[in-house]
Structures are given as C-alpha cells and as structure tokens.
T-cell receptor, first 112, second 114 residues
Framework: NAGVTQTPKFQVLKTGQSMTLQCAQD?????MSWYRQDPGMGLRLIHYSVGAGITDQGEVPNGYNVSRSTTEDFPLRLLSAAPSQTSVYFC???????????FGPGTRLTVT | GNSVTQMEGPVTLSEEAFLTINCTYTATGYPSLFWYVQYPGEGLQLLLK?????DKGSNKGFEATYRKETTSFHLEKGSVQVSDSAVYFC?????????????FGKGTMLLVSP
C-alpha cells in the first residue's frame, strides 16, 4: 500500500493563479480531510469528506474548493491564490470507525 | 469551543534525558486525546492515544495519561534519543455530524543532541 499520496511536493504560484493539490489514498478509507499547517498555528482543518459525493467545511474553508467523485481521490482547489495561502498542506484519511488519521507527506505552497 | 494548549518549544535535551511536554485541553463532553509526531519533511504519524479518563497511552517508550481532573495529557519519555527529534502535536477528537475531526495544539519541537 502506498497509503496517502500528495502531489506536487512543492509549488510556487503568483497571486491570482489557480491550481489543484492532489490527494489519493489506497486504503479504501471513507473519510478524507485537508489541513493547512502554519508556523505557530498547528494544523487547521480546511475541508473534509465522509464519502464519495459528500463534503463539508472545516475551520478555514475560504478560498478553497473540494470535491469527492471517488473514494480514492480528494483534490483541493485554490481558485485565486493569495499570499495568505502560503502554507504546508496535508491530506489525511481514516476509516469510519477509527480515530487514527493517516497523513500524506504534504505539499509546500508559496504564493508570491 | 474545543482547544488544545501545548508548551512552546523548542525543547532542547541531551540524549538519555527525561522528557515532558505539557498539554492541556478544553472540551465539551469526553474527548479522546492523541499525540502525533512529525519527523522532518514528513507528514504526521499517530504516536499514542487515550480514549477515556485515567487511560494511559504508550508507544516507542513514550507515554501519556488522560487526566480529567486537570484536563491534561502530558507526554513523557524516560530517556530520549537523537532519533526522537521531531515536532510533537497534542490533539483531541470532536464529533461533527458523525465525523470525528481533530483539533491540534500548535506543536512543540524537540531537539535532542548526542
């Protein structure tokens, strides 16, 4: 099993550009989440999904869109990048009955 | 709302020293508590967990006891190694429409020197 994979590993965007961060898991987990990690802030939940076709907002959803068309994939879209979105982004997945979340290796995004 | 407070780092120790990283929480009901570890350049991994009061979670020589009376979940290790250098996150679970979402502390960096 590859676990949770994320691409790209690094990305630099200009203000106003859009892009999609990819996340995939091969553990057949129902639940998937996106977090951002900022210095001194810990991890904050952006969006999450409890299954294909079902998504909901987390703590800091503004400026981000998600969709979940398959169990395996949960992409995060930045519609118009802003410098405030410079961060490290982590995708995580878990089973419905498990409290353990499995994290991907992260995507480091810089918006100039 | 729910929140987690950890001691600020970095914590710098020599190899074989005793480690304590303090964590306190505020939550409604009876949350489950976790410690996650993030090694340099990697994602987070679950280190240990405790799901009810007085439970002790343990893994890789680390342990933490769920203290409801003091709302604490301090992480301890009797003898740290250089390989323990990482960022440690305390977290609690809250239920949100049937989905368990994690609330994290800000993280504590541990640096262990030989």
């Amino acid at each position: 099993n590859a676990g949770v994979t994320q691409t790209p590993k690094f990305q630099v965007l200009k203000t106003g550009q859009s892009m999609t961060l990819q996340c995939a898991q091969d553990m057949n987990h129902e639940y998937m989440s996106w977090y951002r990690q900022d210095p001194g802030m810990g991890l904050r939940l952006i969006h999450y999904s409890v299954g294909a076709g079902i998504t909901d907002q987390g703590e800091v959803p503004n400026g981000y869109n998600v969709s979940r068309s398959t169990t395996e994939d949960f992409p995060l879209r930045l519609l118009s990048a802003a410098p405030s979105q410079t961060s490290v982004y982590f995708c995580a997945s878990s089973t419905g009955n498990s409290y353990e979340q499995y994290f991907g290796p992260g995507t480091r995004l810089t918006v100039t | 709302g729910n929140s987690v407070t950890q001691m600020e780092g970095p914590v710098t120790l020599s190899e074989e020293a005793f480690l304590t990283i303090n964590c306190t929480y505020t939550a409604t009901g009876y949350p489950s508590l976790f410690w996650y570890v993030q090694y340099p350049g990697e994602g987070l991994q679950l280190l240990l967990k405790a799901t009810k009061a007085d439970d002790k979670g343990s893994n890789k020589g680390f342990e933490a006891t769920y203290r409801k009376e003091t709302t604490s979940f301090h992480l301890e290790k009797g003898s740290v190694q250089v390989s323990d250098s990482a960022v440690y996150f305390c977290a609690l679970i809250r239920l949100n429409s049937g989905y368990s979402t994690l609330t994290f502390g800000k993280g504590t960096m541990l640096l262990v020197s030989p």
